[in-house]
């Protein structure tokens, strides 16, 4: 089999279009090979401006399938960058490459159209979305508009209306696309593929985050907060799948058992939800319950605009509340503070399938920052490219020793190697590639949760 080619060059001037110069100048001294796929990642470093290099890489590589995405950070042989902007150009005559997106008006509408497009006996399918997307101002003041009123419902009303309420929460905020639900994208394209083919989903997310943010790249067009597949279709690409949680339980309590184990729970609440939307915490609204346990404090929708518009509004918190699957015996949990101006709390996954007890909880017991890449030591050891992608939120909490995690994967690879660090990912597995009892299965084969998660491929 013939491995993918890779070189990856960086570049972090000030300036986007000489930025996306640079790269194509470095690109050009350096390659010995014609190209098949380009990845482009950028960090915030040039939020507003993506299309200018995009323009720029398309004059010089226009007719080869591109995808990519802002993210924090990346890493490359013997690189970690936070600050810039990386290309890779990637050769495999063995591989159909194809790279398609979709942008229509809602997350789940755009994921359905995309996923119909999609063919893919054997390979991998790579989907780039944004986790939640934050809007223009004009249009976060709309969402938190919206928030505040079906908030004021809510709680003014019954039990059944404040169900309805938290409904319709839930579908305004996918029609405007401010989340994607991660088991919710995947199954779609599962299902379309017969579920024979591993789906990796590279959510995407900024622990600080801009207005107009994060962005996807397909083909040279910047898509906002649209979804794109890379579609890698060749025999025996290695598609790796961990985390840093211990096993689930053979049932939810067990689970349950084992989650007090290991995390620091706080307090248990009984909870109310309509889909992706938290209603409340022992009839209370979840961040005021939250709060009166552990002080967390209230933003007004002034503060978090100007935070936006800023870019210094930090998503990484200590605390979590914690679900747990009725149907896989597994958790998902979500950081809880005060995100929004209003009472009713949405995020990234439908909690139908869950139980009403939740936890409170923080601190993940007895972890080393190299767990954080354990899909690596999973991979054979060959020539092959490794593209993986690595929670940025936990890793962070590491500071300087991030470097290690640098020096880990550049031992244990060399080179031909580039990942991301940007949100938690997720993946759909046909059962051949399940490799444990993952305790994030929040569907049959589908494992997420908001941080602690990783996928390593070798192609």
Do not use: W
């Not at 030591?377 to 993986?388: C, D, G, H, R």
Request: net charge neutral; aromatic share 14%; hydrophobic share 40%.
């Amino acid at each position: 089999m013939v491995f993918m080619r890779t070189l990856a060059v960086f570049s972090n001037n000030k300036n986007a279009k000489i930025a996306a110069k640079e790269l194509i100048e470095k690109a050009d001294n350096l390659l010995d090979f014609n190209p098949d796929l380009v990845l482009f990642y950028a960090t915030l470093k040039y939020n507003g401006h993506y299309q200018k290099m995009l323009d720029v890489l398309q004059t010089r590589f226009g007719d080869i399938p591109q995808i990519g995405a802002s993210i924090d950070g990346m890493i490359f042989p013997n690189e970690i960058r936070t600050d810039g902007a990386t290309l890779v150009l990637c050769e495999d005559n063995d591989a159909r490459i194809e790279v398609i997106s979709e942008n229509k008006k809602g997350a789940i509408k755009s994921a359905e159209k995309l996923a119909g497009q999609i063919k893919c006996e054997n390979g991998v399918v790579i989907l780039h979305f944004p986790l939640v997307h934050v809007p223009s101002l004009k249009k976060t003041g709309e969402f938190f508009a919206k928030g505040k009123y079906y908030s004021y419902k809510a709680y003014k009303g019954d039990e059944k209306t404040k169900i309805k309420m938290g409904r319709n929460l839930s579908n305004y905020c996918d029609k405007a696309k401010v989340f994607y639900l991660p088991p919710t994208v995947l199954e779609i394209f599962a299902k379309q593929l017969d579920y024979k083919v591993p789906i990796v989903g590279m959510n995407i997310l900024h622990t600080r985050v801009k207005f107009n943010s994060p962005s996807i790249f397909s083909n040279y067009k910047d898509i906002g907060g649209g979804i794109a597949a890379l579609v890698l279709e060749k025999k025996d690409i290695e598609v790796v799948y961990d985390d840093i949680f211990p096993n689930k339980g053979a049932t939810m309590e067990e689970t349950m058992e084992i989650v007090k184990s290991k995390f620091k729970v706080v307090k248990e609440f009984d909870a109310l939800f309509e889909k992706n939307v938290l209603i409340s915490l022992d009839n209370k609204p979840p961040v005021k319950a939250v709060k009166d346990i552990i002080g967390a404090s209230e933003k007004n929708e002034f503060e978090l605009k100007d935070k936006f518009d800023k870019g210094s509004y930090q998503v990484v918190v200590p605390y979590f509340i914690l679900f747990f699957n009725k149907k896989t015996g597994g958790f998902v949990f979500t950081g809880i503070e005060s995100y929004f101006p209003f009472d009713l709390f949405p995020f990234y996954i439908n909690i139908e399938d869950f139980s009403n007890p939740v936890y409170l909880a923080h601190e993940f017991v007895y972890i080393e920052i190299n767990d954080y890449i354990s899909g690596l030591y999973q991979l054979k050891e060959n020539n092959n490219f490794k593209f993986f992608s690595i929670d940025v939120g936990s890793i962070s909490a590491f500071g300087n020793k991030v470097i290690d995690l640098k020096n880990e994967i550049h031992k244990k690879q060399s080179e031909n190697y580039f990942g991301i660090l940007t949100a938690s990912p997720s993946t759909f597995l046909p059962e051949p590639l399940i490799n444990r009892n993952y305790i994030v299965e929040t569907k049959k084969n589908i494992f997420y949760t908001s941080s602690g998660t990783n996928i390593f491929l070798s192609i």
